[in-house]
């Protein structure tokens, strides 16, 4: 067992809720919940406010490594996210950061810096990791960990579900195509591409709720918990 606990890494696809499960998951246990995505973007938005050429390769590395990522304790389960001593909350959802994420994430040198910080920030345990290489690249050493999937058509329609829930426009047919391009974007990456690692507890999420899927996490978590200690 580690100083804070265990570490739970949570991989799976776009649009699975990894997010939003785990930060239930973290809640219920006392955990704290990472999403290693925001890391990336996070560096987008640097490379955006500073104009930096997103192909250029060691630039990209360069403002990472001259403005630190770090995660703020903010009382609530997933800690807020600075950058040097600005906060970036609504600001790593913008349409523009979004687009030049997808660029500096298929970087090498960048990757490998990050998946170093991330090592870092949850060493200690007591946290749940989610992101795309979190079980096969940055915690190889988790204590547990989940590959959660869904359907394309689930994940399609519950992003439908998502938008119009905030009173915006959605398009299935347009959505369903996002999903499965990224799926094959992320599972083709040349640099830790997604996958299921060989010792990850597969949990197919089409057909359960969110409470149950946490639910099962918090079993599969107390059952790992147990054994350690045994």
Same mark, same amino acid.
């Given at each position: 067992?580690?100083?804070?606990?265990?570490?739970i890494?949570?991989?799976?696809? *776009?649009? +699975?809720?990894?997010?939003? +499960?785990?930060?239930? =998951?973290?809640?219920?246990?006392?955990?704290?919940?990472?999403?290693?995505?925001?890391?990336?973007?996070? +560096?987008?938005?640097?490379?955006?406010?500073?104009?930096?050429?997103?192909? $250029? #390769?060691?630039s990209?590395?360069?403002?990472?490594?001259?403005?630190?990522?770090?995660?703020?304790?903010?009382?609530?389960v997933?800690p807020?996210?600075?950058?040097?001593?600005?906060?970036?909350? #609504? #600001?790593?959802?913008d349409?523009?950061?979004?687009?030049?994420?997808?660029? +500096?994430?298929?970087?090498?040198?960048l990757?490998?810096?990050?998946? #170093?910080?991330?090592?870092?920030?949850?060493?200690?345990?007591g946290?749940?990791?989610?992101?795309?290489?979190i079980?096969?690249? =940055?915690f190889?050493?988790?204590?547990?960990?989940i590959?959660? $999937?869904?359907?394309?058509? *689930?994940r399609?329609?519950?992003?439908? *579900?998502?938008?119009?829930?905030?009173?915006?426009?959605?398009?299935?047919?347009?959505?369903?195509?996002?999903?499965?391009?990224?799926?094959?974007?992320?599972?083709?990456?040349?640099?830790?591409?997604?996958?299921?690692? $060989?010792?990850?507890?597969?949990?197919?999420?089409?057909s359960?709720?969110?409470?149950? =899927?946490?639910?099962?996490?918090?079993?599969?978590?107390?059952?790992? =918990?147990?054994?350690?200690k045994?």
């Amino acid at each position: 067992m580690r100083k804070n606990g265990i570490i739970i890494a949570i991989d799976g696809p *776009a649009g +699975v809720g990894k997010s939003s +499960v785990g930060r239930d =998951v973290a809640s219920e246990i006392g955990y704290k919940f990472i999403s290693s995505g925001k890391m990336y973007r996070a +560096v987008a938005w640097l490379c955006v406010k500073n104009k930096i050429n997103l192909n $250029d #390769e060691d630039s990209v590395l360069l403002v990472a490594q001259k403005n630190p990522i770090t995660f703020l304790n903010s009382g609530d389960v997933e800690p807020v996210l600075m950058v040097g001593c600005t906060k970036l909350q #609504e #600001e790593l959802y913008d349409e523009n950061i979004a687009a030049a994420t997808s660029y +500096v994430s298929r970087l090498r040198k960048l990757r490998d810096f990050l998946v #170093e910080e991330q090592r870092r920030i949850g060493s200690d345990g007591g946290m749940i990791m989610e992101g795309r290489d979190i079980t096969t690249n =940055v915690f190889p050493d988790a204590e547990l960990k989940i590959y959660l $999937d869904a359907s394309p058509e *689930a994940r399609a329609e519950r992003r439908v *579900a998502q938008l119009k829930g905030k009173g915006l426009e959605a398009n299935y047919d347009e959505i369903l195509g996002m999903i499965k391009k990224r799926d094959e974007q992320d599972s083709r990456r040349e640099f830790n591409p997604l996958k299921r690692s $060989d010792d990850s507890i597969y949990l197919d999420s089409t057909s359960l709720s969110k409470e149950e =899927v946490a639910n099962k996490i918090i079993e599969l978590y107390k059952a790992t =918990v147990k054994n350690l200690k045994k």
